[in-house]
């Protein structure tokens, strides 16, 4: 039997889709959880939907709490700090559909791995209605530091994080919210494999991902989406949030495998360099995105000098 999991659900003015997302939590095969939820000040009636739900669920331990009211992010961060370090813990977005054998699949993988372990799933593409669009991309390649660093592949609301695991991301949730990092996910898949946590990202869809216009950041898979994300490593705006990653971590380093902490010190004398410096430094780290595609964009944009840092971290 695992510790309970702590399904740490962020909300704000989630009532079109939350009593979905509710009822999909419900229905898990795996019924070892508690549902903590912290609302950013909901005015739709959404805490009237959690106390509803809470007074079906007389097994589950129902904890509701105000979140920061600065974003979804820190309010994940925030729920980080909240949870029970002695159990598990799983990203909860309010407007997804969860399938009933989500937990049982990510409680499967952590059951009986010592030290930090983090399951990760594909999701299933779907528009506003849930009318299933495609599947997530498949990614082949490792999940390692050395990806981590440039890519953010480990969708977060598919996380499940043992004890372990939980307890490493508590200790370094402040210095992610000082930091103001952009992404909880792409945070925590650094911070894992910084510290040389056991990490999978299964091939098997877990979840419906809604795609509506309230959503943080949306898919990744179609040329338009594409074709934003590379715009945005040559306007400086993946350059910024490469500097709230630094900033980040560079305080919990000794949270790393003594490996990381030298590739990490590499790193950030890399992003502080000019052009092709940062280029052949990349080459030389062996950084890699899940395609080749995506490396050669990566690695263009660094020789063109627009990853720079330009103050010390």
Do not use: C, H
């Given at each position: 039997m695992h510790p309970p999991i702590t399904i740490a659900l962020a909300t704000y003015n989630g009532s079109p889709f939350l009593r979905e997302q509710l009822a999909s939590i419900a229905a898990q095969s795996d019924d070892g959880w508690n549902l903590l939820v912290s609302d950013d000040g909901s005015t739709d009636g959404t805490l009237d939907m959690i106390a509803e739900f809470g007074a079906s669920q007389p097994a589950h331990k129902l904890r509701v709490i105000d979140g920061p009211r600065k974003g979804a992010t820190r309010n994940f961060l925030h729920l980080i700090g909240q949870a029970d370090p002695d159990g598990w813990f799983a990203f909860c977005d309010q407007d997804d559909v969860w399938r009933p054998e989500k937990l049982a699949l990510a409680a499967r993988y952590l059951e009986g791995r010592d030290g930090p372990a983090v399951y990760a799933a594909r999701t299933t593409i779907c528009d506003e209605s849930l009318n299933v669009l495609t599947p997530a991309p498949h990614y082949a390649r490792g999940l390692h530091f050395r990806n981590a660093l440039i890519q953010a592949c480990m969708?977060?609301?598919?996380?499940?994080?043992?004890?372990?695991?939980?307890?490493?991301?508590?200790?370094?949730?402040?210095?992610a919210a000082a930091a103001n990092v952009v992404s909880h996910d792409w945070w925590t898949y650094q911070l894992?494999?910084?510290?040389?946590?056991?990490?999978?990202r299964d091939a098997a869809q877990v979840l419906f991902y809604r795609q509506h216009p309230g959503n943080l950041m949306g898919r990744n898979d179609t040329s338009r989406a594409k074709a934003a994300r590379l715009s945005?490593?040559?306007?400086?705006?993946?350059?910024?949030?490469?500097?709230?990653?630094?900033?980040?971590?560079?305080?919990?380093?000794?949270?790393?495998?003594a490996e990381n902490r030298v590739l990490f010190g590499r790193f950030d004398a890399a992003v502080r360099?000019?052009?092709?410096?940062?280029?052949?430094?990349?080459?030389?780290?062996?950084?890699?995105?899940?395609?080749?595609?995506?490396?050669?964009?990566?690695?263009?944009a660094a020789l063109a000098g627009r990853l720079r840092q330009p103050r010390e971290i």
């Open positions: 969708p977060g609301n598919t996380i499940v994080a043992n004890s372990a695991a939980l307890r490493l991301m508590q200790k370094a949730a402040p210095y894992m494999s910084a510290a040389g946590a056991q990490i999978t945005m490593l040559f306007d400086g705006t993946f350059a910024g949030w490469i500097g709230q990653n630094q900033d980040a971590l560079a305080p919990v380093a000794e949270l790393m495998t360099s000019n052009g092709a410096v940062t280029a052949a430094a990349f080459l030389q780290m062996g950084l890699y995105r899940q395609t080749r595609a995506g490396t050669a964009a990566l690695m263009a």
